[in-house]
């Protein structure tokens, strides 16, 4: 078995880091021509020339656009009017008690992190519908189906997300595009190495705070360590694929097991 996917193309939306630059890395090494997306141009570029020398691959471009906005995201889908496989995966997260978050910033995390998503894949879903084949990925959390309390609203897009994809997946229903959500626990990120530093204390070396951090605030995660963000885009990859074309409207767990839940 062999993830293949030479002559297709992918666009990462939010992938000059983090989950989204190794879900990039993963579509590059099946060979994919991968369009690598942020905000900065610079970030972007860097995160191109990267790519391209941790894969090898000469397919790998990026477009700096804020695809959370209308302007951003047309301004994209003008210069990639086409691709085969669509990763929704731009998201922001931070803590905010419930009652303190602000009209505005339920609407904002509306906006980037689902908002975001539904445009362009009303763009490009009914294009790929057109040509017999695609995949839409919309890159949720393990918060979509075990609300934090810390950040109620971040929780709600995730579950939106995955509203959405079963939905859009409903409309494409049997015509070789196939749309799902992927649900990735707790990710050694940049932000989430931050987030606990923050929390165990910046004097800690880093292994000893990740063990106390999974073991406090992640008691519930069966893998007892942080998920490595490779480890999210070899299965964002695998998604993308041909291997996966009996798996559509479906939310799939990448999350060490950390939500208690038999289904999803
Ligand atoms: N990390 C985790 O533990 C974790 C767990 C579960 C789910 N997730 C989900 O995984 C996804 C990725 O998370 P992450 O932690 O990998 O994110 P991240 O490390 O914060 O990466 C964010 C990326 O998005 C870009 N970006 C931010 N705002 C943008 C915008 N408006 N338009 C285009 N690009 C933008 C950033 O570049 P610029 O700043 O230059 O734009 C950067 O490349 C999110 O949907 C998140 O909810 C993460």
Redesign the pocket.
């Known amino acids: 078995m062999k993830i293949d996917l030479t002559g297709r193309t992918a666009l990462v939306?939010?992938?000059?880091?983090?989950?989204?630059?190794?879900a990039a890395r993963a579509l590059a090494l099946a060979d994919a021509a991968v369009v690598v997306?942020?905000?900065?141009e610079r970030?972007?570029a860097d995160?191109v020339d990267g790519l391209r020398e941790e894969t090898g691959s000469t397919k790998v471009t990026g477009i700096?656009?804020?695809?959370?906005?209308a302007e951003?995201a047309a301004d994209l889908v003008g210069q990639l009017p086409d691709v085969d496989v669509l990763v929704?995966?731009?998201?922001?997260?931070g803590a905010v008690p419930v009652f303190e978050v602000p009209d505005e910033e339920w609407v904002r995390y509306f906006e980037?992190?689902v908002l975001?998503g539904i445009r362009l894949a009303r763009h490009y879903a009914p294009r790929m519908v057109g040509r017999g084949w695609g995949r839409v990925i919309f890159?949720?959390?393990?918060?979509a189906i075990q609300i934090p309390t810390e950040m109620v609203h971040?929780g709600m897009?995730?579950t939106a997300q995955i509203a959405v994809s079963r939905g859009m997946a409903q409309e494409v229903a049997g015509t070789g595009v196939t749309v799902n959500t992927v649900?990735?626990?707790?990710?050694?990120?940049?932000?989430?190495r931050e987030f606990i530093a923050d929390r165990v204390g910046r004097d800690v070396p880093f292994e000893e705070a990740e063990r106390r951090f999974m073991e406090t605030e992640r008691p519930t995660s069966l893998l007892k360590r942080?998920?490595r963000?490779e480890e999210?885009g070899n299965f964002i990859a695998y998604v993308a694929s041909d291997l996966s074309s009996a798996t559509t409207g479906a939310a799939l767990r990448a999350?060490g097991g950390i939500a208690n839940t038999l289904i999803p």
Request: net charge negative; hydrophobic share 35%.
């Open positions: 939306t939010g992938s000059s880091s983090g989950i989204g630059y190794a997306n942020g905000r900065d970030r972007v995160a700096a656009a804020d695809v959370a906005t951003g929704n995966n731009l998201g922001i997260f980037v992190n975001s890159v949720s959390s393990e918060s971040y897009t995730k649900l990735p626990g707790s990710t050694l990120t940049e932000g989430v942080l998920i963000p999210i999350d």
